[in-house]
C-alpha cells in the first residue's frame, strides 16, 4: 500500500508538523531498477545504461519513449540495500536525463529525493501557488528546478517555463545549463522533435518525423504554431507574462535587489 511521509525540513517549530506526501508503491516489482539483484551491497542508484536506438525498431523505441514519459509523470523506485526508495518524477529525470556536462549525470543524495517530493507537491496540489527553498550553495537546486521544467514539459504540447535570477549575467548562465543539457537529452531519449533556439530560449514540438528547415522557416513556424518554450530573462516583472506559463522559477532569490518581490510575487500569482 501506498504510505504517506512528512517531508523532512518542511516542519515550524509546534506550529506545523510538516508537508505530508504519499509514496506509490511501484505496480510491478520488475519495474523497479535492481529488482534482479539479490546481494544488498549491491544494491544502490546506478544509471541504467542508455539502450542503441539505431538498433532498435519504431515499435521499441516508441515502447521506450513511452515508459520514460510515464516515469516523467509518476516517477520511478529501486532498490537500495535492501529497501525500496522512491523518485519523484523530477528527481528520476535528474539522474536519468539532466547531463551535468561532459556526459556527467546526478548521483543519488537523499537531500536531492526530499526535494523532489516537494517539488511535485508543489507541482501536484491544486492549492498550492509554489515552493520557497532555502538550501546551502553547491546543493543543486539551480539545476534541480530547471530540469523539473524540462521533465514537466515532455507532456505538454503548449506550455511556457520562465527563469530569472539575481541578475542578468547569472540568468543566462543558468539558461546555458539548461541548453546543455537539452541538447544531452537527445542521447538519452528515442523521440523526434523539432525544435528552435535563441540565446535565452528552448522551443520545442514533437513531430512524427524530423523535418530540415532553415532557421528563418523554424523561427516562423515557431511563431503560430502550438510549442513549449523554456527561457531565462532579464530580472524585470515585465517579462513575466503568458497564459500558458507552467512553471517560474527566480533562482538566488535571496539575493534579488532588482525586483520588488511582493510585487513579482502578485504577478506571477496572477
Known sequence: MAKTVIIPYTARGETFAGLKYTIPDPKDPKDVFGWDITDKKEQYWKRPPIPNFHAMTKAEK???FEKELIRSAEGAHFWNNGKIEYL???????LMHWDLGGGKYPKFYKWHQHLGWFMHLCRTDPNCFGGFVLASKR?????FIPCEFQCDAMLQTKAEYIMQAQNDLKAKKLFRRSLGAFYSQKRSLPYTYQY????SEIMFKKVDQQKKSTKKDMEEDFAVSNHVAIGAYP?????VQGETTRGYFLDESCSQELMD????HAKVLA
Open 88 to 94: 519523484a518524477p523530477v528527481h528520476y529525470w535528474f
Open 196 to 199: 528552435y533556439t535563441t540565446k
Open 62 to 64: 516508441d515502447a521506450y
Open 261 to 264: 518581490l511582493e510585487e513579482l
Open 235 to 239: 530580472s524585470k516583472i515585465d517579462f
Open 139 to 143: 546543493s543543486g537546486k539551480s539545476e
